[in-house]
């Protein structure tokens, strides 16, 4: 027995930790191509709204896929919820699991349909599978709460034994506005988890269990390590931020709060007196801030570290049950990217007193969304188009900021005009950036851009959610905020209500989406670039010459 | 009289000229220093030299082939032409926009590539088609004509022309392009349609400004080289290798340059796939292992993997390419302890100058190529056919100090370096190969490139491949390949279809339209009858996904036979790739290919007698190389491979030395020099 004690604890060497911790990642990159080159709904196969994870026995986080930050809040949280749920001696291979619930899935909204398989080797549970989708579905509904929201499933088996429970995806298929889409995407899901099984086998048999347990330790140990060497480079200190977060679901303009302590190489973060949760489907579950957070200190501390659960060790994150930032059943919660997004500005905007050289100005602040739906008159079915919009990325300590991308806890893509208009009775007019919305600066902000969508159909269903139309993204150190989001209808649509409304064929309306904050004051800019900014139309000549004092002519 | 075949891989230090006497089978190889301000001088020098010197008096040369990196090189400096371009109202920004993600999902710092048209100089006019290719509005000449005097006015030397659904309907495309040909008198012009008909207008549009931004640089490369051929009496008409692997002449090339940005890397696919022919090997993963980087890809049934996009330097490019991978890890990528305390190698590299620490020109952190001296695995004296001095201590000491970070000896640091160097290489053998539905254990290994042989029977057994084939000269494989190399042209259609007997006739008409235009390009390049090949291919989906996987399309006379054997055959692949099939749903086309290829004559090259197996007439000497499995020295004999013949074989551990390259076999390895002097290394039954 002390033997065997000794081999248990005794560490591998980190060239096989390494090799190994590669040959994971790329079966969670594999499993997330097969999920995007079989599903069927633009979301997916196009917008690439999806992330792959592979955990290991217990729940623990071994690779989270490149793909979009905010999900590993619905990802991490999901095998506890399988397993307070299940009996473990009730799993069994071929089982695969489907959960969105907020409050008994581990999700964090209910379009995000996580789908789990446990990977058995030699009769043993030795890891999970899993991936997540945003199946564009559960339109125009309510968000007072979230039985308003949706479909709720905590999670159950879709498939027992490799065989599907054809009375469970009847019964979700039944809640859904689009069903066909959704068949086709989950067995997307499906097929992108069975690779995952399988290839997490393969490698079982190659380096047996007892040494891959072992090099899972390694693995988050070393992430660890590097996330707190990273801690340590930032001074100790405490740091505190405030914002203001408003969004076209909500009358009132709420502040947010942050205090950061960073003692050697732990972090803490409270977000103690945040407002309560809200009406609105904008609250946030815990699972859901511990995600944005680890986002937001991983871009400041080592934007390389492997992404695994050893990466959250060192950082501490507390926010009041019922609050917007720990909401508790049955708030809603379906646009809480919004004020995630947020979050991660007050976290750097704290950090930016530690580090002013790494924190860049604010970027957009908000997942810019809308929804289409209607009836295609081309096919006489219902469809859902759903399209987060990008805008302009801060401006950094050395450089401008980039113009027109997705940011932070999201990075989906857009769906090109070719797909959307071949797909759904709209048409795009215009896809362009917003002049003047990046912050002027000595290093100007990102833009944010205009999408103009026309409806060819009468009674076109459009839901938009946006944030810093009342508030801006700010500019530091000097440099100035950038452009706001609103909203540009055509003469003749009716006011929408709560940002939702109706398009009769032919109709128009164009999101303009926020822009980002400057750095540095705009007096110390390079008259070279203001001259370029103005060539290229990026600043207007009244910019060039009020702000940088460019002699223009008129 | 002697007819010569001639292959020119010039690269950024050394221009291989590689000559084919088509009468004797007999290969040459002339080396020269590359002349980067105009590489066309070093190129038209060498063939001259080579022919005066491996080819007598009354030399003919029948074939010259060419591959080049003036496309790739531009594109990653920036010194492309100043371009313009004109695009629909309302999405000039396209360019900027992309697909609207961000380079790096957690660095705050990465920047996204700089647009190749700065903004100014994209024009908008009124133009519209819908996605069935109904015309919503037509441009107005006299609006493309004022935009087309605007880019003169602003001296572009290029212009592109980019609509959405141009695929569809390029009338509009082909009368700006007129118009622009009318106005900016001289300048590069080119549509996308043309370059790239396909769905996606962001990739599209990205692929017109590369070609764009190409053009001049290329036209002007090309008028510089032609003329001096000619003085160097090579009368026959030149042929420049594409990213698909096929050649392709200098005329379509200064149209269409982007084809060519990935031309290096091909051709040593080419002369990899044409090694196996010659010995009868058709499935084969190609590993090319360089200073700084290593390339990998798939050749199965003796063809190619190939793909249709790739990102370059951080611009989308979708044309026809070989599927190349391409990893930081070569001889001179650099090892390090991060601050995690994990060993990594790369992607940082130092390159051929000042190179590794062992080379003594001034680098002092260690890399792959100080590991192997380190070891011994490579001659810690001098390498190179003695070329280059080598200088072990330093580099011991060196690898030494890093692995007082990780609480090893010098030695087991060096083989970890190669352990680490060797699976980030694996992995990018599994992106191409099991990614794709292929099991590596299938597939014969094919190193070459400096490094190739040194890491291949570690690598194998990384991945699980039992056969190694080792080219004869693995340091000129490109330049070989060049004179292997068919000609080849890419044609392309894009026509959603559902499978069924409704679109009969539309299938039948979209592949006679593309042999018919094979055929126009067959008769512009004089490729005889017999000499013309045609592959029909089809990518398809489930109508709803947007991924489509290239299937063979039969040619077949009956209706049902055709669609049957379509089925049939995106059953096949679909299940290969995803394990499962979707029987309920429909099954749609989306575009249909053709590639055409010119067949060249290959050369027949004679076997080898079998001299016997006892290879200790090549062996030279004998050295102790650090074995990490038993943590020992153990003594290796080293064979030179000039000497080495057919018939011989090798027990490992050994080392096979030779100018360009060094080859080692593993213990538990035999080698055996083939009839074309290639060596095969398999893994004993242990």
New interface residues.
Partial sequence: MPDETRIETATVDPVTVEVIGNAIASIADEMGETLIRASYSTNIKERRDCSTVIFDATGRTLYQAEHIPIHLGSLMGVVSAILERHDVSEIAEGDLFIGNDAYTGGGTHLPDIVAASPIFYEGALVGWATNLAHHADFVDRGHAHIYQEGLRIPPIRLQRGGEMQQDVLDLVLLNCQVPKERQADLRAQIAANRFGVQRFQAMCERYGVPLLTRVFDELLDYAERRMRAGIATIPDGTYSFEDQFECDELEEILTFRVRIEVKGDEIELDFANNPPQVRAGLNMVETALLATVYYAVKTVTDPDAPPNAGLFRPIKATAEPGSILNAVSPAAVNGRTNTCQRVVDVVHGALAQAVPDRIIAACNGAVTSSTFSGVNPRTGNFYVYLETLGGGFGARATKDGLDGVQVHITNTSNLPVEGLESEYPLRVERYELERDSGGDGKWRGGLGFRRQIRSLHDECRVSMRGTRARSAPWGLFGGHDGGSYHVESDDGVAPFKLSAGLLMEGQSIAIVTPGSGGYGPPEERDPELVQRDLREDRISPDVARDVYGLAVED | MTSLRIGVDSGGTFTDVCLLDETTGQFSVWKLSSTPQDPSEAIANGAREAVERFGGDDANVSFFGHGTTVATNALIQGRGARAGLITN??????L??G????P??????T??PIPLI???RRLEVSERL???GTVEREPSEDEVRTMARKLRDMDVEAAAVCF??SFVSPAHEVMVARILEEELDGAFVTASHQVCPE????ERLSTTVVNAFLGPVMKGYLSRLTPRLKDAGITVQPHITQSNGGTITFETASTLPVRTVLSGPSTGVVGALETGRIVGVEDIITFDMGGTSTDVSLIQNARPETTTEAIVHGYPIKVPMIDIHTVGAGGGSIAYV???????VGPRSAGAAPGPICYGLGNDEPTVTDANVVMQILNPKELLGGRMPIDRDPAFRAIEKLGEK?G?SALDTAA?II??VT??MA?AI??IS??RGHDPREYCLMPFGGGGPVHAGRLARELGMRRILVPRNPGILCAMGLLLTDLRHDLSVTRKLPVDATSVPAIRDAMRALRRDADTWFEKENVGSDRRRLVASADMR?A????ELNVPVPDLDDDAALLDGLTVNFNEAYSR????T?PD?AIEIVTFRVEAYGLVEKPQFTENANAGADASAAAIDSREIYMPESSTFETAHIFDRDRLQTGNRIEGPAVIEQMDSTTFILPGQTATVDAYHNIVIEEGDA
């Fill in positions: 109202d309302g999405f000039r920004d396209l900027d926009l697909r609207q993600t961000r790096h999902l957690y660095d705050l710092q920047d996204k700065p903004r100014d819908l996605y069935d959405l659904y769905f996606r207008e962001f991060d601050s995690g305390g994990f060993l990594k990780l090893l970890g352990r680490v699976a980030n992995r599994r992106l099991v990614q489930y709803g996904q947007n991924y790739l995803y394990d499962y979707a749903e």
